[in-house]
Protein backbone atom coordinates (compact mmCIF):
# COMPACT_ATOMS: atom_id res chain seq x y z
CA UNK A 1 0.00 0.00 0.00
CA UNK A 2 1.36 3.09 -0.89
CA UNK A 3 1.66 5.81 1.82
CA UNK A 4 2.36 9.58 1.70
CA UNK A 5 5.31 10.78 4.46
CA UNK A 6 4.61 14.22 5.09
CA UNK A 7 8.02 16.45 6.62
CA UNK A 8 7.08 19.15 8.75
CA UNK A 9 9.79 21.59 10.90
CA UNK A 10 9.56 24.62 12.44
CA UNK A 11 10.02 27.39 9.77
CA UNK A 12 12.67 29.53 12.14
CA UNK A 13 14.41 26.31 13.21
CA UNK A 14 15.65 25.44 9.77
CA UNK A 15 15.77 28.61 8.32
CA UNK A 16 18.21 29.53 11.12
CA UNK A 17 20.31 26.41 9.72
CA UNK A 18 23.87 27.37 8.38
CA UNK A 19 24.23 25.32 5.39
CA UNK A 20 26.62 23.08 6.98
CA UNK A 21 23.95 21.79 9.02
CA UNK A 22 21.63 21.95 6.24
CA UNK A 23 23.49 19.95 4.14
CA UNK A 24 24.50 17.41 6.85
CA UNK A 25 20.64 16.44 7.68
CA UNK A 26 20.18 15.92 3.30
CA UNK A 27 23.16 13.91 3.64
CA UNK A 28 21.31 12.10 6.16
CA UNK A 29 17.66 12.18 4.93
CA UNK A 30 19.80 10.87 1.15
CA UNK A 31 20.52 7.89 3.36
CA UNK A 32 17.15 6.92 4.23
CA UNK A 33 15.90 7.84 1.28
CA UNK A 34 18.18 6.02 -0.88
CA UNK A 35 17.99 3.13 1.19
CA UNK A 36 14.47 2.65 0.57
CA UNK A 37 14.43 3.52 -3.27
CA UNK A 38 16.87 0.53 -3.29
CA UNK A 39 14.24 -1.67 -1.90
CA UNK A 40 12.06 -0.20 -4.21
CA UNK A 41 9.71 1.23 -1.92
CA UNK A 42 10.26 4.68 -2.69
CA UNK A 43 7.46 6.01 -5.65
CA UNK A 44 8.84 9.50 -5.23
CA UNK A 45 10.36 12.23 -2.76
CA UNK A 46 9.89 15.81 -3.26
CA UNK A 47 11.01 19.02 -1.62
CA UNK A 48 8.20 21.96 -1.60
CA UNK A 49 9.67 25.67 -2.90
CA UNK A 50 8.75 28.74 -1.25
CA UNK A 51 5.30 29.71 -2.30
CA UNK A 52 2.32 30.87 0.00
CA UNK A 53 2.60 29.82 3.61
CA UNK A 54 0.11 28.95 5.85
CA UNK A 55 0.34 31.38 9.58
CA UNK A 56 1.57 28.40 11.20
CA UNK A 57 4.89 27.88 13.03
CA UNK A 58 5.76 24.32 11.43
CA UNK A 59 5.58 24.11 7.34
CA UNK A 60 5.23 21.28 5.11
CA UNK A 61 9.01 21.04 3.49
CA UNK A 62 8.35 17.77 1.86
CA UNK A 63 7.37 14.54 1.24
CA UNK A 64 7.85 10.72 0.25
CA UNK A 65 6.10 8.04 -1.24
CA UNK A 66 6.38 4.88 0.27
CA UNK A 67 5.39 1.41 -0.89
CA UNK A 68 4.91 -0.25 2.79
CA UNK A 69 3.33 -3.38 3.34
CA UNK A 70 1.14 -2.12 6.38
CA UNK A 71 0.97 0.99 8.49
CA UNK A 72 3.86 -0.53 10.90
CA UNK A 73 6.13 -1.16 8.19
CA UNK A 74 5.06 2.74 7.38
CA UNK A 75 6.03 3.82 10.86
CA UNK A 76 9.05 2.19 10.86
CA UNK A 77 10.59 4.21 7.56
CA UNK A 78 9.66 7.49 9.15
CA UNK A 79 11.33 6.57 12.66
CA UNK A 80 14.54 6.44 9.76
CA UNK A 81 13.64 9.80 8.23
CA UNK A 82 12.75 11.16 12.02
CA UNK A 83 15.96 9.89 13.26
CA UNK A 84 17.75 11.43 10.06
CA UNK A 85 16.18 14.85 10.85
CA UNK A 86 15.75 15.26 14.89
CA UNK A 87 13.31 18.00 15.63
CA UNK A 88 11.33 17.29 12.29
CA UNK A 89 7.58 16.47 12.47
CA UNK A 90 5.91 13.87 10.35
CA UNK A 91 2.36 12.65 9.38
CA UNK A 92 1.77 9.34 7.81
CA UNK A 93 -1.26 9.36 5.20
CA UNK A 94 -2.66 5.94 3.37
CA UNK A 95 -2.99 6.92 -0.76
CA UNK A 96 -5.43 5.34 -2.93
CA UNK A 97 -5.50 5.63 -6.34
CA UNK A 98 -8.35 8.59 -6.96
CA UNK A 99 -9.21 6.60 -10.38
CA UNK A 100 -9.45 3.29 -9.17
CA UNK A 101 -11.31 4.54 -5.96
CA UNK A 102 -13.91 6.21 -7.57
CA UNK A 103 -15.10 3.32 -9.66
CA UNK A 104 -13.62 4.55 -12.66
CA UNK A 105 -11.01 1.70 -12.43
CA UNK A 106 -7.90 3.62 -14.64
CA UNK A 107 -9.86 5.18 -16.75
CA UNK A 108 -8.49 9.32 -17.42
CA UNK A 109 -10.83 11.85 -18.72
Known sequence: MLYAILCYHMEDVVGAWSPA???????????????????????????????????????????????????????????????ANPGGCYEIRPVSDFWKSNGVHGARP
Open 21 to 83: HDEAVMARLSVVRDDLAGQGRLSLSALLVDGPFAETKEQLLGFYLADCTDLEDAVAATRELAA
